[in-house]
C-alpha cells in the first residue's frame, strides 16, 4: 500500500517504513508524531483512490528522525564578461528527515 501525498507543496510517494527528506518543518521535534491529510492518491494492492483534490479520510502519519538536515552547498556564480561584473552566491537547503509510520486510507 502507498499513497503519493503532498508535504510543504511537494508530493511524495509514501509506503510504510519509508525515510524521507523534506522541506524543514519549523514546528517539528525529534521523535514527534505528524500527520498529513493532503492525500492525492492511494494505491491499496491494485485498487487506486484518486482524490478531487484529496482522498477523504486518507491520512500519512510521519515520525520525524531528524528535525533538522542540511543538503548539499550548491554555488550560484554570475558573471558578465568584459563589464567587471561577478557576483558569487552559495545557497544550503534546509530538510527534515521522517520515516512513514503508516498509510491510512
Known sequence: MYAIVEINGQQFK???GQKLFVNHI???EEGQTVEF?????????GKIQVGAPTVKGAKVVVEVLKPLVKGEKVIVFKMKRRKDYRKKNGHRQQYTQVEV???IA
Open 14 to 16: 509514501a509506503e510504510a
Open 26 to 28: 519549523k514546528t517539528a
Open 37 to 45: 491529510d493532503k492525500v492525492l492518491l492511494v494505491d491499496n494492492e
Open 101 to 103: 509510520k503508516q498509510v
